[in-house]
């Protein structure tokens, strides 16, 4: 990173990531001093997680999500990010971005969940499912 770098949230990413608990609004701001990312998903409607569930790209049905949130007055327990600019077939991006987003949860001591390491061993392939944007609050 060149030194004279600042990243910032675009008005996208600020309106998805202040749906999002207060915990994880505090590893996101902490982690884009360091990578930039997007905010891609923070609260999933009903209809929303229908969707990316029929498509194959979550695993639970709605309201089993932590992005699932009835309530408009509660916040996301998980959001999804992708490291910007945003290209899907970049994986060792994600995996990057995962790294500083762990580290910073471990640094606030957030218990956090990355769905590229579902049962968190550190191993990274004994998935089923990856989902290396996703993160959730344990």
Known sequence: M??????HFSK???????????????IARGAID???????????SKEEQRKK???????VR?????????????????FDLAPYPIDWQDEERFYLLAGVIITIAKQKEID????GDWDSDMDVHDQTFND???????
């Open 2 to 7: 060149n030194k004279d770098t600042t990243y």
């Open 12 to 26: 996208f990413s600020e309106n998805k990531l202040s749906e999002c608990k207060l915990k994880l609004q505090e």
């Open 34 to 44: 360091i990578m930039d990312f997007t905010v891609i998903t923070g609260k999933r």
């Open 53 to 59: 569930y029929a498509k194959g790209l979550s695993k």
């Open 62 to 78: 709605w309201p089993d999500s932590k992005h699932n949130v009835e309530n408009e007055c509660f916040k996301s327990e998980a």
């Open 112 to 115: 956090l969940r990355w769905g």
């Open 132 to 138: 290396l944007g996703h993160f959730e609050l344990k």
